[in-house]
């Protein structure tokens, strides 16, 4: 199975602050990588999909890079309603794998 | 409006049964493949389960495969997971989503608990 390890597994910034989240895969991916939000009690949603293709509706402030076995999501100026946590998952091959989560707080 | 709703969590002892239905409506549900994701209480996303659109092929995570089958009914618009031999560890909320490479959209999930 692919693993998907991501970091950090967990943040804190400030409103405004440019945030990084990175992925990395165990095996080249090209560019099947999906990015996804989850609210406290809620189900998740997608970000990004194809690596750098954003989701209609989404903030242009998310973005996301990368191919191969090394992915970016960045948010360009991080908002209250950002806080959350975010996933990457892999559908390169089955079984889809899904990273471990990082954590964005606001300070 | 796109929307999926799961039903059939609950309380469930240790090597019983369950089966979740994804009602779905507000999109062409026969031309999508299908995705089950399930969170254990505090944990990250888990992959469970994919099928096709037409039903024909299935996938399962190992932790699963075996005891799981998914199957969808596309004349009723309802997605399905069978539940046996259920452990404590199969705890967690259970997503539908849809398409089955990058999901587009998630249902609200229903709350699965083994427990005795």
């Known amino acids: 199975d692919i693993q998907m390890t991501q970091s950090p597994s967990s943040l804190s910034a400030s409103v405004g602050d440019r945030v990084t989240i990175t992925c990395r895969a165990s095996?080249?991916?090209?560019?099947?990588l999906a990015w996804f939000q989850q609210k406290p009690g809620k189900a998740p949603e997608s970000l990004i999909y194809a690596a750098s293709s954003l989701r209609s509706g989404v903030p242009s402030r998310f973005s996301g890079s990368g191919s191969g076995t090394d992915f970016t999501l960045t948010i360009s100026s991080l908002q209250p309603e950002d806080s959350a946590g975010y996933y990457c998952?892999?559908?390169?091959?089955?079984?889809?794998?899904f990273g471990q989560g990082t954590k964005v707080e606001i300070k | 409006e796109m929307q999926l709703l799961e039903s059939g969590g609950g309380l469930v002892q240790p090597g019983g049964s369950l089966r979740l239905s994804c009602a779905a409506s507000?999109?062409?549900?026969?031309?999508?493949?299908m995705s089950w994701v399930r969170q254990a209480p505090g944990k990250g996303l888990e992959w469970v389960s994919g099928i096709s659109s037409s039903g024909g092929t299935t996938y399962y995570a190992d932790s699963v495969k075996g005891r799981f089958t998914v199957s969808r009914d596309n004349s009723r618009d309802t997605l399905y997971l069978l539940m046996d031999s259920l452990r404590a560890e199969d705890t967690a909320v259970y997503y539908c989503?849809?398409?089955?490479?990058?999901?587009?959209?998630w249902g609200q999930g229903t709350l699965v608990t083994v427990s005795s």
């Open positions: 998952q892999q559908y390169y091959t089955y079984p889809r794998t």
């Open positions: 095996q080249d991916i090209g560019n099947y």
């Open positions: 507000g999109f062409t549900f026969s031309s999508n493949a």
């Open positions: 989503a849809k398409r089955g490479d990058s999901p587009d959209y």
